[in-house]
């Protein structure tokens, strides 16, 4: 029997590496680092691995951080809802963050 942990974490982890089944939400600062840039750090979310109880104290892998481009990069918060209680279908929001959002 899957748990609901189990479950969540595998939700995120499908909408990490596949951003199609969710939506994606790029800071300013982010997209201001240039198309090759952003294109490099979803790439580094996609595989992004480096998950333990400090940064993923609920065991969901909804939160990660690392360096691009000699900036720090968080992907904070994989939110997903339910259309209905009845429905499977989830909607996500994922959302790309920069600690140094000026760049």
Not at 71 to 93: E, K, M, N, P
């Amino acid at each position: 029997m899957e748990t609901k942990t189990a479950r969540i974490r595998a939700l995120n982890d499908r909408l990490r590496q596949n951003f199609a089944e969710g939506l994606a939400v790029i800071t300013p600062g982010i997209a201001a680092l240039g198309p090759e840039a952003v294109a490099r750090i979803v790439k580094t979310i996609a595989v992004f691995d480096d998950f333990c109880h400090a940064n993923d104290p609920y065991e969901e892998r909804d939160f990660g951080a690392f360096d691009a481009d000699g900036h720090r990069v968080l992907f904070i918060r994989i939110v997903f809802a339910l259309t209905t209680a009845r429905s499977l279908r989830q909607r996500a929001s994922f959302v790309i963050n920069n600690l140094f959002a000026g760049g």
